[in-house]
């Protein structure tokens, strides 16, 4: 039995992915953005073992995540399944991060840095990620006169797959991968989406506490549960660099060294 934390969890295809790993006879720990959310999640799957409590959108809800994840005990595997959309409007947090930016790299960055290493890592991505655009100078979209949510998204989507290959390259102790599940029916895909939403959450669940060999692996890239070709550049080293160290130096917390 694994002990798995799912990030985003109160609804879609996190919710779903933790219900699937219950059913398997895993420990499951949801994360919900405040106390009301997080009521309606346990709601949904008594199974879980508990709900961890943050609003991933501010640097301190992301720290009181990491700190709820480290006091509960280390987990076996965490899911960063938490994420915004392409119609997303341009916002500023409280910090002066980008809205979309924080929740769909800052989080997954900071948590990771933060919360006890597991043994397995697993990043959702998206299929556009590859139309993405790898520009550091200005990854929040803070100087482009003209907000192009659509482009903003797969940007951050590019982003998740260079931090998930970042970390399986320093970290060679963890297996972290990244995937696409898929555009599905969800909140986030809309209704008319055209992908199965049955197989959308079964990726994720598999790299996170499957034995079976393809899982077994760290720096790839999946779709419903076998390994695709991502973006060239998410290989380069020296980008993966880039983006390391800006989301160091935004949150003045650098990924530790792991052995």
């Known amino acids: 039995m694994a002990r798995v934390l799912i990030t985003g969890s109160s609804q879609g295809l996190g919710l779903l992915?933790?219900?699937?790993?219950?059913?398997?006879?895993?420990?499951?720990?949801?994360?919900?953005?405040?106390?009301?959310?997080?009521?309606?999640?346990?709601?949904?799957?008594?199974?879980?073992?508990?709900?961890?409590?943050?609003?991933?959108s501010s640097l301190a809800g992301m720290e009181a995540?990491?700190?709820?994840?480290?006091?509960?005990?280390?987990?076996?595997a965490v899911i960063h399944n938490a994420g915004v959309g392409d119609?997303?409007?341009?916002?500023?947090t409280a910090d002066g991060i980008n809205?979309?930016?924080a929740i769909?790299?800052?989080?997954?960055?900071l948590l990771t840095a933060l919360i006890t290493p597991p043994e397995r890592l697993v990043y959702l991505s998206s299929g556009v990620h590859h139309r993405g655009s790898v520009d550091l100078s200005d990854p929040q979209w803070?100087?482009?006169?003209?907000?192009?949510?659509?482009?903003?998204y797969a940007d951050s989507k590019l982003f998740d797959v260079l931090l998930a290959f970042g970390v399986a390259r320093l970290w060679p102790g963890v297996r972290s991968n990244a995937l696409e599940p898929g555009w599905v029916p969800t909140r986030m895909g809309g209704e008319g989406a055209p992908?199965?939403?049955?197989?959308?959450?079964?990726?994720?669940?598999?790299l996170a506490t499957s034995d079976d060999p393809a899982a077994d692996v760290t720096g790839e890239y999946f779709f419903h549960q076998r390994a695709q070709a991502p973006?060239?550049?998410?290989?380069?080293?020296?980008?993966?660099?880039?983006?390391?160290?800006?989301?160091?130096g935004l949150t003045r917390t650098p990924l530790p060294i792991v052995v």
């Open 99 to 101: 809205q979309l930016f």
């Open 17 to 56: 992915a933790g219900k699937l790993l219950a059913r398997q006879g895993h420990q499951v720990v949801l994360h919900a953005r405040n106390a009301e959310r997080a009521a309606d999640t346990r709601a949904a799957l008594p199974a879980a073992a508990d709900v961890l409590v943050g609003d991933l």
């Open 231 to 248: 973006a060239p550049i998410t290989r380069d080293v020296e980008v993966q660099e880039e983006l390391l160290d800006y989301c160091a």
């Open 195 to 206: 992908d199965d939403m049955s197989k959308g959450y079964v990726t994720q669940a598999w």
């Open 104 to 109: 769909n790299v800052v989080a997954p960055y």
């Open 142 to 152: 803070k100087n482009r006169l003209w907000w192009r949510g659509h482009q903003a």
């Open 65 to 76: 995540v990491a700190e709820q994840a480290n006091a509960s005990g280390r987990f076996d």
């Open 87 to 92: 119609r997303e409007r341009r916002r500023t």
